[in-house]
């Protein structure tokens, strides 16, 4: 084993424990909040954690473009930090402001009991945004273990701070508060990275601004993707197939973000290296974590039971092996989707929103139960990977930085050289 490659491991390793943690971290808030509110703040609660993950997607894109901008010019990475330092902190307060903004027409459309509990979810997306651009930074220079340090603050953020709101009164409205503070931990954690100590500021702040949100609305379609099957199964099964799948798809969630850490640590390496040796790489590794899943699904669907939520679902036990097949495709189209990103390749929102449709209109047309419809989600994204694979060679004049195509209007002279590139 080579250098680089015991560097490459060490670091998967670390930013992997971490994001399990994180992970344990939130489900330990989720669970306390289960047994802690009455099933209809629950309920209101789940749907106030959806705004923020739909919302959430400017903080991934966020981070992305800072990660790949300091991957792809390590020699300017102060002038890149002092850019991202203005536009983190302008971002954050417009998706933030603009949420706690649509509280009016989100708390009817919901039945939330209060405007305050939109309201606290704008106020918690300030500090998430934040530290999606501290995130970048930590990712772009490969500092893997403030990189960890941010990971795990994010989820004891929440489990501390949504802990506290719900225990001073169970509500819904008190969780977002308390979640809403907690998500600070990490910004103060990381609160070295965004210093802006640069005085020239060598990349103007647009093109990086069209860059996020270019990549928002590519994570925007794939997290689109991803949930199409479990808002069919909750519109168009009865409420008893509904639960069946609901607990299929906590096995097709752990698959998916199983290897999460692998887009993470290959991301900067994805964005600087032009063959694609490192994403064949990259999708390897991502499927082979998947398939031992599947495997272990396969051949002892009764431990596989215990994680989904026990014997109630015994149904579905036999069948989890599939639930397990389409996360795996879902994960390798998750490090396809954030390749894509690294090398400014167009046209991959586009091919998730069909996807979408595709499943969509498969299940609206064609009554298919729960193996069929997790059957068609899976195909569709071993379809959606397999066309993401090829993406890179269909187009290989994709830009590595900057806009995608042509020059973003207002771009400074060093903007039009780092789009050459």
């Not at 047994?35 to 894109?61: C, D, H, K, M, Q």
Request: with cysteine.
């Amino acid at each position: 084993m080579n250098r680089s490659t015991r560097a490459a491991v060490s670091s998967g390793s670390i930013v992997a424990i971490a994001m399990m943690v994180m992970n344990v971290a939130t489900y330990g808030f989720n669970l306390v909040a289960a047994r802690l509110l009455v099933p209809a703040e629950f309920g209101a609660l789940t749907a106030l954690l959806s705004l923020i993950l739909i919302a959430n997607v400017v903080a991934l894109a966020l981070q992305a473009s800072i990660a790949r901008r300091i991957s792809v010019h390590p020699g300017q990475t102060t002038e890149i930090v002092h850019t991202a330092s203005r536009v983190a902190l302008a971002v954050s307060l417009v998706v933030g402001l603009a949420v706690a903004l649509s509280s009016p027409a989100l708390t009817p459309a919901f039945s939330f009991d209060s405007l305050w509990a939109v309201v606290w979810c704008g106020a918690m997306l300030v500090p998430l945004t934040l530290a999606g651009a501290q995130l970048g930074v930590a990712q772009g220079t490969g500092r893997w273990g403030k990189l960890a340090a941010l990971y795990i603050g994010n989820g004891f953020g929440r489990l501390l701070g949504g802990v506290a709101g719900v225990a001073i009164e169970p509500t819904a409205t008190n969780a977002m508060l308390g979640l809403a503070i907690g998500a600070w931990l990490p910004v103060i954690l990381g609160s070295g990275l965004l210093k802006a100590t640069g005085e020239g500021d060598v990349h103007s702040r647009r093109p990086l601004v069209f860059e996020t949100v270019a990549s928002a609305s590519t994570l925007l379609a794939y997290f689109a993707f991803s949930n199409v099957d479990a808002l069919l199964a909750r519109g168009g099964f009865s409420a008893h197939d509904s639960g069946l799948y609901a607990s299929g798809l906590i096995l097709t969630k752990s698959t998916m973000f199983l290897p999460q850490f692998v887009s993470v640590v290959f991301f900067p390496s994805l964005a600087r290296d032009s063959s694609h040796r490192t994403r064949l790489r990259a999708a390897g590794l991502v499927a082979l974590l998947g398939l031992a899943v599947v495997a272990g699904s396969a051949l002892l669907p009764r431990l596989a039971l215990i994680l989904v939520g026990g014997d109630q679902y015994r149904e579905v036990a036999d069948d989890l092996w599939l639930f397990a097949l389409s996360g795996t495709f879902l994960a390798i189209v998750y490090l396809l989707v954030f390749d894509a990103l690294a090398r400014r390749s167009p046209g991959v929102a586009v091919l998730l929103w069909i996807a979408s449709a595709v499943v969509f209109a498969i299940a609206w047309f064609w009554s298919i139960g729960i193996v069929g419809l997790v059957v068609t989600m899976a195909a569709t994204g071993a379809v959606a990977a397999a066309l993401l694979l090829v993406w890179p060679l269909l187009r290989p004049g994709s830009a590595r930085d900057g806009s995608v195509t042509g020059v973003v209007p207002g771009a400074t002279d060093a903007d039009r050289h780092v789009q050459r590139d």
